[in-house]
Nanobody, 118 residues
């Protein structure tokens, strides 16, 4: 059974930090590229940060210098992280873990809410 389970969201004041986690299991996610997306109310889902199988990193302009994506590959699980700092109310959104492979398709987590107060 494929599972991508996010955790670590919550309520934080502007300027604060949060660390999101995603545990991916049920596939060989070590061979997947992984990413964090977010969707704010009334807006489309957008890419926040991406990490390839080779460790290549890509960040949205809004995330550069504030967010850090990382992954830890284990035998049956891949853990994906997003360290977020200097948070602002504009970062308020549901954050989704994503895994993609051209051979196996795309998988999404259920999302975790991040709310930043001013």
């Amino acid at each position: 059974q494929v599972q991508l389970v996010e955790s670590g969201g919550g309520f934080v004041q502007a300027g604060g930090s949060l660390r999101l986690s995603c545990a991916a299991s049920g596939r060989n996610f070590g061979s997947f590229a992984m990413a964090w997306y977010r969707q704010a109310p009334g807006k489309t889902r957008e890419l926040v940060a991406y990490i390839g199988m080779d460790g290549h990193l890509t960040y949205a302009d809004s995330a550069k210098g504030r967010f850090t994506i990382s992954r830890a590959n284990a035998e049956n699980t891949v853990n994906l992280y997003l360290q977020m700092s200097s948070l602002s109310p504009e970062d308020t959104a549901v954050y989704y873990c994503n895994a993609f492979s051209p051979m196996s398709g795309r998988y999404w987590g259920q999302g975790t809410q991040v709310t930043v107060s001013s």
